[in-house]
């Protein structure tokens, strides 16, 4: 037990002298990394949460698979610790092979699992696969589980959070992937579905183990599936993937965000289209870009010690797609990445995607860092008060400064417990951040304040994070339950002068408890996103405006002799064939490409109205080597949505494999491009994707790859169904340098 109290510091000083025991120093923090950072223990890693622990250390929660290859053994939500976010360790699995909560089924498995601190405990939501509330299969619900720890040990809640739902069709809605959120009035939500029955949210009750009240739908079904909701610039920010997340090679799993002022939404993309509508939005975060990784999806966010945001997900490597045997378990490891906000919207590496090779790592160790794993206090000194270690925690009353100094922008952090205090909190040099009173406080010494209400029945002497951003002369400081974007309350001030000076705790008309206590410095926020495909001068001779006929320059695979030329457009009535799998009877209007990098672009119209099924009629561009590998980007209906998919065929194992990417959103009439860039290295023909519903404003989005010794041409289809009959109309196809 550490002990410093005014009137024996000098006794204090003298006794730390002659002492042998020394604090334990955290591990320094990796400087590099490189993705993917679950390969220390696992080669799959699907689904993954991750969240700080009261011990500091980070720990990560996956999906039900085996871990490596060859072991054929599920793991019960398998568990993982680290000291610097880019070391992994297998912990053991969250449940027993025999546990299973009263409501599932034998066999049953555990997906997404979601961890959050509520009051004085961790719960995690999972998918249940299997329940006993019916005599179907895949009849999935949201269960939950508490522990003390994060690292267990896990006790299933005997009721499902959010039950089996019946389907209108027949079945049950897809009741998964869950992730909780709790509000800065104290109340708490849970997101949960998927393509199924679409993305929904439900109130839960105070201890986050009942689904209360009415829920709503924020995603539409059809599109979207693994939401994550966080809060960031008085923002509610849904994170949702999209497309298919096990196609083995070709998986284009995504990840789009909305946003919306309430966490029932509705959520709206950049462009400020609706995320819950059958022309559903959704800006782009994360895509593949082209190297290894494909697949990139099911992400959650979190924070390190200077303040930068991080992004965990899993991802395929297009080499190595599937776990053991082809067509089995996909292999999803898992991967970290920086998450910019760029002009108030989120992106991953400042638009650039995943990562391949070594990066900076992020920031797990401050220029003060104490985790009171020992009783020694020799990097403080007490001002005022008495302050002790007990049980891996700081106690005290008055204030304890750090002997380090502080200078210039900083990020300071603690997780803090009023055990009896009236306020407490953090000194940054001139500046006071308290919590007490019903208030989130910000003070500077002779300058302003600023002060915003705490939830009502808030109980500060549960745990929470506290932390403070200082950058130049302005502050935020924010009080959350475990720093993932769940926050509480959030203040503001500016400065009269800089804060620069010590850090110090605080507590006053009474004790506090302080652990995890660090400041660093603060990060560097990206300012610019990376350009997108550059867009030169059109090259006539091999354009095709449609203004006297089809150009000679055309051929067809399969022609089709209603597609005509009239009134400057090509005319094409949508084919019942299709270009997926083995028919391979879908018309193909193709002309060669130029060498070296170029853009090319159409202009479509298609008219496939909303809301109504009419799978799977489209017509767009497509990069083409044959009928088995070929990239389509076309406006799509898809059940009850209209999309911009990017789909991939290729051979794989001795039959084709096709998967997709979605590309922003459709109108009636949308343009659609394809920007091809050879890679300097492997040669490979590289092809990025991009949608507008103006010409105007594009979103950009996955890239596919073509082997070296292709040569991929460009072309038009229109297909993927007949009734009931729609022509579309292109305006041109155009080749740009």
């Not at 500077?444 to 932390?467: C, E, F, I, K, M």
């Not at 509480?488 to 004790?511: H, Q, Y």
């Not at 009629?617 to 990239?631: E, P």
Request: glycine share 12%.
């Amino acid at each position: 037990m550490g002990h410093l109290h005014r009137g024996g510091v000098l006794a204090a000083a003298l006794a730390l002298l002659l002492t042998t025991t020394t604090a334990a120093a955290p591990a320094a923090g990796a400087d590099r990394y490189r993705n993917p950072v679950s390969a220390g223990f696992a080669d799959t890693f699907a689904d993954p949460a991750v969240v700080r622990g009261d011990d500091g250390l980070w720990y990560a929660f996956g999906t039900s698979d085996p871990l490596r290859e060859g072991e054929r053994r599920a793991h019960r939500v398998p568990i993982a610790r680290s000291a610097d976010l880019v070391d992994w360790t297998y912990v053991g699995d969250a449940f027993a092979p025999d546990q299973r909560p009263s409501f599932a089924a034998p066999g049953a498995a555990f997906w997404a699992p979601d961890v959050r601190r509520i009051a004085d405990r961790w719960v995690m939501y999972v998918t249940v696969t299997d329940t006993t509330v019916s005599g179907d299969t895949f009849d999935t619900a949201i269960g939950a589980a508490t522990a003390p720890t994060p690292a267990g040990p896990w006790t299933f809640a005997d009721e499902p959070v959010v039950a089996p739902r019946p389907g209108g069709g027949g079945g049950y809605l897809w009741t998964i992937d869950p992730s909780q959120f709790t509000d800065v009035d104290g109340r708490s939500y849970l997101y949960y579905g998927s393509y199924y029955g679409g993305i929904s949210v439900t109130e839960l009750s105070a201890d986050g183990l009942r689904a209360v009240g009415a829920s709503t739908l924020v995603a539409i079904d059809n599109k979207f599936e693994g939401g994550y909701v966080l809060r960031h610039d008085g923002w509610y920010w849904l994170f949702a993937s999209t497309a298919n997340c096990c196609a083995g090679p070709a998986t284009g799993y995504s990840v789009q965000v909305g946003r919306a002022r309430d966490p029932r939404g509705p959520f709206v993309d950049r462009e400020g289209q609706r995320l819950d509508v059958s022309r559903a939005g959704g800006t782009p975060v994360l895509t593949q870009n082209g190297n290894r990784w494909i697949g990139t999806g099911h992400n959650a966010v979190l924070t390190d010690l200077s303040g930068q945001d991080w992004i965990a997900y899993h991802a395929i490597d297009r080499a190595d797609p599937y776990l053991d045997e082809p067509f089995g378990i996909n292999e999803r490891p898992m991967l970290l990445d920086r998450l910019d906000w760029v002009d108030g919207w989120p992106t991953v590496n400042a638009g650039a995607g995943p990562s391949e090779e070594p990066r900076s790592a992020p920031v797990t160790t401050g220029r003060v860092d104490a985790r009171f794993d020992t009783a020694d206090l020799h990097d403080w000194r007490s001002g005022t008060g008495d302050w002790r270690v007990t049980g891996g925690v700081l106690a005290g009353t008055g204030t304890l400064t750090s002997r380090t100094g502080l200078g210039g922008d900083v990020r300071a952090e603690a997780d803090l417990r009023l055990s009896g205090a009236e306020t407490a909190g953090l000194r940054l040099g001139t500046v006071d951040v308290t919590v007490g009173g019903g208030r989130l406080t910000a003070r500077q010494s002779g300058g302003a304040t600023a002060s915003v209400p705490l939830p009502a029945g808030l109980d500060l002497t549960d745990r929470h994070n506290l932390a403070v951003e200082v950058r130049g002369r302005h502050l935020v400081a924010e009080l959350s339950p475990a720093r993932l974007g769940d926050q509480l309350a959030v203040v503001t001030l500016a400065l009269t002068r800089p804060a620069a000076g010590p850090l110090a705790l605080r507590a006053e008309g009474g004790a506090a408890e302080f652990d995890n206590v660090s400041a660093a410095r603060l990060y560097r926020p990206v300012r610019h996103t990376v350009a997108p495909p550059r867009v030169g001068p059109v090259l006539p001779e091999y354009s095709d405006e449609f203004t006297d006929g089809l150009d000679p320059a055309w051929q067809w695979i399969r022609p089709n002799p209603a597609a005509t030329v009239t009134g400057g457009a090509l005319r094409w009535p949508v084919e019942s064939s299709d270009l997926v799998g083995t028919g391979n009877t879908a018309g193909i209007l193709l002309r060669d490409a130029p060498a070296g990098d170029y853009v090319a672009e159409t202009k479509v119209t298609l008219d496939l109205g909303e809301d109504v099924v009419r799978n799977y009629q489209q017509a767009g561009l497509v990069a083409y080597v044959d009928d088995d590998r070929f990239a389509r980007l076309a406006q799509v209906a898809i059940w009850n949505t209209r999309q911009v998919e990017y789909g991939y065929e290729l051979p794989f194992a001795g039959q084709p494999v096709y998967g997709g990417s979605i590309v922003g959103t459709p109108a009636t009439t949308t343009w659609l491009r394809l920007a091809h860039h050879v890679d300097p290295v492997s040669g490979e023909h590289e092809f990025r994707a991009g949608s507008s519903r103006d010409g105007t404003h594009w979103t950009w989005g996955a890239v596919w790859t073509f082997p070296a010794d292709t040569t991929p041409r460009i072309g038009l289809v229109a297909h993927g169904g007949a009734t009931p009959a729609v022509t579309a109309e292109f305006d041109y196809l155009r080749f740009h340098r």
